[in-house]
């Protein structure tokens, strides 16, 4: 038997069998099913989405010898023609290779005769936007007013290149493209029916290397196949797609869990003995803070690895976060580094140095400090924001706005207090605030309120700017005022603003 390549070998052949895409099925087995068919179909998506196959499977379901119907026999001699790719009444057509007017005139020359089996003559276009304008004003005019027993599917990557009187005539549908684990559990059922064994995490790569498209994951799967040698491991496949052994990454982001200077330095030097790109490196340590943000969040969404999952644990969202900022900085920067090497070290190296703490609401840039230094960093979350959010009312409240936040870890949030409203501090208000914050993070949380000398941007002190804004614009409009400034000039009146209220 000659071997078939698994994207045709797995084409799907009914509605059930395609991954994704539920918003487009949903939709065409309501019309199937209700008979409330449309003459032109246009499917649009980037390429591998599934385009052709649900052009194909359509055609089956408006041919099927049991009748119009969603769900297609795929064993009458049409669905068998279909499926074989031999149907004299579904025409398939690559418009890529017949762009000419005389060929699109020659195949609607056609369209006036009748099916000569099935109950619809189907022409399926390909890549539809690579028809000459002629070939389109010719396609429009059958479009129009197409004979009863014709239908016309049309697919493209490139929809924008439609003319709109051709776009206006069809029901579309777009295709998206297919999720990571889709795409990973897909492969995962492929691999198992085939007897060939895999490591998941070696899905999950060639998934997120087929960027949303399942046509280009398979036949990376086929390749993967024949590298390893039919045993499909996460070292093997990444070394075929040109990524590090994410092992490598695991290391990296031990010794930063670990917070040791020491041995970052000696994985980055062992690393680089190897001569990677360190372009590609730092892209992995992207990709692998993004799948422990993600497994953070949703801890049984995704089948990732146990480093991961741990990893979930280890670290806390904000220190992902900002890790993944500066990664993103640090890539931005690398080509201006002396060398790669170099501008990856000083990146990874920053990420040691920084924890993750709010800064006074003053500061709006991204800063750091050295973890055992004083606080201050970027502010993911401004206090002004959580306590608009806190059941707060009272004494409890007046204190809370007047305290800016100085600090959050994990468990603990520390505040300051200027020293000129100490008064407001007592034990009872700081345990009351630290409830609601328990509450309102559904956590434990250890609050602790400070006393500072130092100016603090505070909720109450925005709220009292805002106010004296809201003022002065109100004082402005009514000085602006023709009637006001009329009447203080026949009355020889002043405008008195203590008696303006800005609401
Ligand atoms: N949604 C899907 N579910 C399952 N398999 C799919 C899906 N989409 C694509 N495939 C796989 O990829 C192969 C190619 O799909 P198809 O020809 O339908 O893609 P397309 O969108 O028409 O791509 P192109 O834009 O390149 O023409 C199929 O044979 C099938 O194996
Ligand atoms: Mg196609
Ligand atoms: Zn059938």
Redesign the pocket.
């Known amino acids: 038997m000659t071997h078939q390549v ?3 070998k ?3 052949r009914t509605f059930q ?5 539920e918003h487009i099925l949903r939709m065409l087995t309501h019309a199937l099913d209700s008979q409330r068919l449309h003459h032109a179909y246009l ?1 649009t ?10 052009g194909r499977i359509l055609a089956k379901c408006l041919n099927c010898e049991t009748g119009i119907t969603s769900t297609p026999c795929n064993t009458c001699s049409i669905c068998k023609a279909i499926d074989a790719g031999n149907c004299l009444d579904l025409i398939e057509v690559d418009a890529a290779s017949r762009t000419k007017v005389e060929d699109t005139r020659e195949l609607l020359d056609n369209v006036q005769y009748a099916p000569t089996q099935g109950r619809y003559k189907i022409y399926l276009i ?2 539809v936007h690579m028809l000459s304008n002629h070939s389109f004003n010719a396609l429009l005019k059958t479009l129009e007013e197409p004979p009863a027993h014709v239908k016309f599917l049309l ?1 493209t ?1 490139d929809p924008k290149r439609l003319p709109i009187t051709i776009l206006s005539r069809c029901l579309q549908f777009n ?1 998206r493209h ?1 999720p990571i684990e889709k795409i990973t559990q ?1 492969l995962a059922h492929i691999c198992t029916t085939e007897n060939i064994v895999f490591e998941i995490a070696a899905l999950q790569s060639l998934a997120q290397a087929a960027d949303g ?3 280009d994951a ?1 036949s990376l799967l086929d390749q993967a196949i024949a590298f390893c040698a039919g045993n499909v491991k996460s070292t093997e496949t990444r070394m075929m797609l040109g990524c590090m052994d994410q092992d490598v990454i695991f290391h990296l982001l031990d010794a930063l869990a670990k917070s040791n200077g020491s041995q970052l330095l000696t994985e980055i030097t062992e690393l680089a003995q190897h001569g990677p790109d360190f372009n590609q490196v730092l892209e992995d340590v992207l990709s692998t803070l993004h799948q422990i943000s993600i497994a953070q969040i949703v801890p049984d969404a995704r089948a990732y690895s146990e480093q991961i999952q741990q990893f979930a644990k280890t670290f806390s969202a904000e220190d992902i976060q900002l890790y993944y900022q500066i990664g993103l900085i640090g890539r931005r920067d690398l080509p201006f580094a002396p060398s790669a090497h170099q501008g990856f070290e000083m990146m990874m190296l920053r990420m040691l140095a920084f924890h993750p703490v709010v800064a006074p609401q003053t500061q709006n840039t991204v800063s750091a400090a050295p973890s055992q230094a004083a606080p201050v960093a970027s502010a993911p979350l401004t206090w002004t924001e959580i306590l608009s959010k806190l059941p707060l009312s009272g004494m409890a409240l007046a204190l809370a706005s007047h305290c800016a936040l100085t600090r959050l870890s994990d468990h603990k949030i520390e505040l300051s207090l200027e020293a000129k409203h100490e008064s407001l501090l007592n034990k009872k208000l700081v345990e009351r605030i630290e409830q609601a914050l328990i509450q309102h993070l559904n956590k434990s949380i250890q609050l602790e309120i400070k006393i500072t000398k130092t100016e603090l941007n505070t909720p109450a002190q925005q709220q009292g700017e805002k106010q004296a804004k809201r003022h002065a614009d109100a004082t402005t409009l009514i000085q602006n005022n023709p009637q006001v400034q009329k009447i203080m000039d026949v009355f020889e009146a002043t405008l008195d603003p203590n008696s303006i209220t800005a609401v």
């Open positions: 698994l994207a045709r797995w084409r799907p069998e395609m991954v994704g895409q499917f998506g980037t390429r591998g989405v599934g385009k052709t196959t649900l390909d890549e697919a990557t295709l297919v897909h498209s399942m046509r398979l």
